[in-house]
Structures are given as C-alpha cells and as structure tokens.
C-alpha cells in the first residue's frame, strides 16, 4: 500500500546518512585504530586505501556532498572487499556462510545510493538551492 511513501525522500536521505556514519567508522578504525583498531598483521593496502575509501567516501556520502560517485567507488570497494576477504578465502558463495553480509549489503546499498544521489538533507541540495536562488533572484 505504500503508507510510508509520502516519506520516501527523507527515508533515503536518513539511509544515506546513517550508512555514510557506519562506514566512516570502518575508516576511522582502520587509519585511526579507533573502535579497536584492525588485526595485526592486516596488509597495509587495506588500512590505507580501503580505510581511506572507507572514511572519506563515508563522509562524503554522510554529507551528501559528490555522493553519487563516492557511494559508486565504495560500491566498488565493498565487491571487491566481499570477494577477496569472504568468498574467496573461505571458499563458499553465501555471505551467510562467509561472514560477508556486511561486505554485501553496504555493497548493495551503495549502489542504490550512487543510482539515487545525493537528495535531501545534503550538501549537494544545498548547493542546488542557492545556485537555483541565485540564478532566479
């Protein structure tokens, strides 16, 4: 029936920004060794430029700010990290099975963002409104 659709605009823009926090904090536990920090041993590769994807590409979807191609490359990322990290280390499919579901969905749900954009409650509104005002007033 759709008794949430009047709502759907900023249903998404509190999906976007509550993704874009979750996965910031991935990046700051990466590079900051905030929230427990990474294994030992973890190879630096995944520190710095996952992490680094992981912080920047999840604020930058937080803020609405570029989020379509930043959701886009962490997208891309989260693929990449349920693959190596889960599928293929474990050898099995099913994220059920190989502890990717987080890897799967934010996967998923970036991709819906970098589809979507950015929407309400983001930068890139903000900059729309006043570029639109000024062009207007």
Known sequence: MGFL???????????????????????????????????????????????????????????GLFAGPAAFLSSGTMAVAYFMGHAIPQGHLLPIVNQGELAALYCFVFFYISAHGSGIWSVDAARRGAKSQAVSG
């Open 5 to 63: 659709k009047p709502h759907a605009e900023r249903i998404y823009a509190l999906l976007r920004i509550m993704s874009g926090f979750m996965f910031m904090l991935h990046g700051m536990q990466k590079l900051f060794g905030l929230f427990g920090g990474v294994p030992p041993g973890a190879p630096a590769f995944i520190i710095y430029v996952a992490g680094g994807i992981e912080f920047v590409g999840g604020a930058l979807i937080l803020l």
